[in-house]
Antibody
Framework: EVQLVESGGGLVQPGGSLRLSCAAS????????MDWVRQAPGKGLEWVGR??????????EYAASVKGRYSVSRDDSKNSLYLQMNSLKTEDTAVYYC???????????WGQGTLVTVSS | DIQLTQSPSFLSASVGDRVTITCRAS??????LAWYQQKPGEAPKLLIY???TLQSGVPSRFSGSGSGTEFTLTISSLQPEDFATYYC?????????FGGGTKVEI
């Protein structure tokens, strides 16, 4: 059974940093693209970033709103995906989901999400 | 960026109704479109990918159609568990983008 479990969310001050983790199980992480998607309170979904699979050398893509501040990485040996978030802003407050994807396809499995609150 | 416009934003319906939600893309995206269902407090769930392919385990009352710039999600007979918010997403180009959502209410 495919499972994705996020962790690492919490309260952080503006300008601070936070690292989210996503523990994957039930599939071979290196075979899949992995995405981060966020949802601000009461708002819609926003794609944040992607780590392509091993076949595509784990290259990354980012939304303009986070480019240069966020970094997606993974450790396939630990079956884990990460999101390093720096220079956090109040508008980064959201539930962050990790999701599994495939080349040219949609996100077929999602974690339950972890809440990040950026506030002083 | 490719903008996705969903309509309507809110939809009031009854059990048994046929429901159609539209998603329009600001430029052609071939069939690179997915539909998701999200219930309060839950993660999104993939319903349809490649515009019209039903995800495994999703009831057949859900269907998708369209290509290019106009797409539809149809629920043939609305069930109580279908009251939720629905989002379209394009995966034709980066950044991946979502529509604004359609809330289906009783």
């Amino acid at each position: 059974e495919v499972q994705l479990v996020e962790s690492g969310g919490g309260l952080v001050q503006p300008g601070g940093s936070l690292r989210l983790s996503c523990a994957a199980s039930g599939f071979t992480l290196s075979d899949h693209y992995m995405d981060w998607v966020r949802q601000a309170p009461g708002k819609g979904l926003e794609w944040v970033g992607r780590s392509r699979n091993k076949a595509y050398s784990y290259t990354t893509e980012y939304a303009a709103s986070v480019k240069g501040r966020y970094s997606v990485s993974r450790d396939d040996s630990k079956n884990s995906l990460y999101l390093q978030m720096n220079s956090l802003k109040t508008e980064d407050t959201a539930v962050y989901y990790c999701a599994r994807s495939n080349p040219g396809s949609a996100e077929d499995y999602w974690g339950q999400g972890t809440l990040v609150t950026v506030s002083s | 960026d490719i903008q996705l416009t969903q309509s309507p934003s809110f939809l009031s319906a009854s059990v048994g109704d046929r429901v159609t939600i539209t998603c329009r893309a600001s430029q052609g995206i071939s069939s690179s479109l997915a539909w998701y269902q999200q219930k309060p407090g839950e993660a999104p769930k993939l319903l349809i990918y490649a515009a019209s392919t039903l995800q495994s385990g999703v009831p057949s009352r859900f269907s998708g159609s369209g290509s290019g710039t106009e797409f539809t999600l149809t629920i043939s007979s609305l069930q109580p568990e279908d009251f939720a918010t629905y989002y379209c997403q394009q995966f034709s180009d980066y950044p991946l983008t979502f529509g604004g959502g359609t809330k289906v209410e009783i």
